[in-house]
């Protein structure tokens, strides 16, 4: 499922960036790398 995918690219960029927090600029990225 896309919803998955997405969650999943987002915990990934979140590491990458030492986030804290999956924020809207992360979601975006992530969305972006999936090609939405």
Request: net charge negative.
């Amino acid at each position: 499922r896309v919803i998955n995918t997405l969650a999943t690219t987002c915990l990934l960029y979140g590491y990458q960036l030492k986030k804290d927090a999956i924020d809207e600029e992360v979601v975006r990225m992530a969305a972006e790398e999936m090609g939405y």
